[in-house]
């Protein structure tokens, strides 16, 4: 009975991800934060917010995270698990929902999370969250869409936010070299680009980026290793500050957001390793991180 439950409980997540049904993730709480709030007028313009228990006075730093897809796929309520892990580390933490594929084109899926974050940052301290302190983070097709964010500044540009207000990028598992376009997934998102080459985050790697913590798994055979390899060294190159890669050994593509839930951080330390980051990141222009709660 129990293995049917757990089966059940972690299917729906898994099947969008690619990996079979073996462990369960437990739903978000929500303490004290909010669903379904409105970011936009078109009904998937909508994000969950998670705020620490016991949050006291004190800001708390804010974690903006952008699910993955293929650009076609996901919702907000199957990731709660991120919202969970990361709000009991002391992070506000934002998962919104935006537009997909076929309904909507490149770079329409982007600039609803440009109109996302300019929400949260005029927001967020109603729910205890520091607009000053917002990070970025991403898996898959959402990593794409955060790191896009992060390096091209047209699109925070476009909605009133300067680069240098995003504090730290993660990027999980992301595409972020792929031309061609040469698979179906990639040609229904961005077949319609007028430039291709502006696609593409590595072509924007740039001195002032903030600092990035690029993970991937060594068996990810979805979103091949090399992206986030090439994306490092060309950050690198570009003279970027703070550039951290890492490949978890034996993790397929699902694994680096998996393991981030509550009954799979066996897998890998995927969760400590993002909250040690955010903790230590300095962006260059904004100075020292906030104080955090809860396990380093």
Known sequence: MATRIVRRTIAPLLAGLGVSACAALRPGRLTDGARDVAYGLHPRQRMDIYVPSGRGSAPKPVVFFVYGGSWANGAKETYSFVGDALSARGFVTVIADYRLVPEVHFPVFIEDGAQ??????DNIARFGGAPEAIHLMGHSAGAYNAMMLTLDKRYLAAVGIRAGDVRSIVGLSGPYDFLPFDIDVTKEAFGNARDPVRTQPINF???DAPPVFLATGSEDTTVLPRNSERLA???RKAGARSVSLKIYQGLGHAGTATALSRLLQWQAPVLDDVVMF???SVHPVMGTELQLQGKS
Request: hydrophobic share 60%; no cysteine.
């Open 116 to 121: 996302a974050l300019r929400f949260v940052r």
């Open 205 to 207: 790697a740039r001195r």
């Open 233 to 235: 060294l060309a950050l």
């Open 278 to 280: 955010l903790k230590t």
